[in-house]
């Protein structure tokens, strides 16, 4: 298998709000985001928006938004 890393994250101030906001929310949480070296070497990174997720379960736009921004800085941090 090749070089993949799994980085599971979170913080109680925004998906307790969130699971309040939609318990089935709980489901997703913590957030993940999986990075992985591809067989050409190339590394590339997956994940689920958090906005569209907790937008689809209910969770108001105003928050969404929030913990979208909040992705987007960890994905930029761990970016090739």
Same mark, same amino acid.
């Given at each position: 298998?090749?070089?993949?890393?799994?980085?599971?994250?979170? &913080? %109680?101030? $925004?998906?307790?709000?969130?699971?309040?906001?939609? @318990?089935?929310?709980?489901? +997703?949480?913590?957030?993940?985001?999986?990075?992985?070296?591809?067989?050409?070497?190339?590394?590339?990174?997956?994940? &689920? %928006?958090? $906005?569209?997720?907790?937008?689809?379960?209910?969770? @108001?736009?105003?928050?969404? +938004?929030?913990?979208?921004?909040?992705?987007?800085?960890?994905?930029?941090?761990?970016?090739?």
């Amino acid at each position: 298998m090749p070089p993949t890393t799994v980085l599971a994250y979170g &913080h %109680p101030k $925004g998906g307790t709000p969130s699971m309040l906001a939609a @318990p089935l929310v709980a489901l +997703d949480l913590p957030l993940r985001v999986l990075v992985r070296v591809r067989d050409d070497g190339q590394t590339v990174i997956a994940f &689920h %928006p958090i $906005g569209a997720m907790l937008r689809r379960s209910g969770v @108001p736009n105003a928050l969404a +938004d929030k913990l979208d921004a909040a992705q987007q800085i960890l994905l930029k941090a761990v970016s090739p």
